[in-house]
T-cell receptor, first 112, second 115 residues
């Protein structure tokens, strides 16, 4: 079983839609959760990070962590064609920074 | 991406050849990493280094070696390339902040094809 599971998609939505991207994980020791965005032929770039359960908002993006269910989500409001990319979740154990566990990524396409 | 550079960006090589991928960073970070990315498998850690004298194997180090020539430079070598090493390779750096965050910054990637 993979440490982190993520639906590969692709997910296709119309412009303006609310997008929900999700990951599940098996290691209850994970404390630090991240979302990366990767455009085609580019390296991943950090979008958001959070330490704890609950929500964290940054503009049109909201990261949500439910530790009891071992489930994290990224919501994108008012999605734009420029949001079209692959989104990777990543997580690590709080006291062990040498290893980040990445999901395989969900490809998102926002249609104009 | 400009803070972390990788060379070459694309490389086609033949089975059995030795190849080196290079990574340089201007972020001043101590920690550097090499990952490979394959469709459906995500990013997998090959090697990581917390400083010039510290080199550690990741989850898929077999067939690879690394060299940390300086704080800013971290090279990945394939001693004898094989076709299943065809992948997208990323270098990343990170800096453990006082608050405990260890965020990784990725280079643009090297697309390697082994024929």
């Amino acid at each position: 079983q993979k440490e982190v599971e993520q639906d590969p998609g692709p997910l296709s939505v119309p412009e303006g839609a609310i997008v929900s991207l999700n990951c599940t994980y098996s290691n209850s020791a994970f404390q630090y959760f991240m979302w990366y965005r990767q455009y085609s032929r580019k390296g991943p770039e950090l979008l958001m990070y959070t330490y704890s359960s609950g929500n964290k908002e940054d503009g049109r993006f909201t990261a949500q962590v439910d530790k009891s269910s071992k489930y994290i989500s990224l919501f994108i409001r008012d999605s734009q064609p420029s949001d079209s990319a692959t989104y990777l979740c990543a997580m690590s154990v709080w006291y062990n920074f040498n290893k980040f566990y990445f999901g395989s990524g969900t490809k998102l396409n926002v249609k104009p | 991406d400009a803070d972390v550079t990788q060379t070459p960006r694309n490389r086609i090589t033949k089975t059995g050849k030795r190849i080196m991928l290079e990574c340089s960073q201007t972020k001043g970070h101590d920690r550097m990493y090499w990952y490979r990315q394959d469709p459906g498998l995500g990013l997998r850690l090959i090697y990581y280094s917390f400083d010039v004298k510290d080199i550690n194997k990741g989850e898929i180090s077999d067939g690879y070696s690394v060299s940390r020539q300086a704080q800013a430079k971290f090279s990945l070598s394939l001693e004898s390339a094989i076709p299943n090493q065809t992948a997208l390779y990323f270098c990343a750096t990170s800096d453990l902040k006082s608050g405990g965050e260890d965020t990784q910054y990725f280079g643009p990637g090297t697309r390697l094809t082994v024929l």
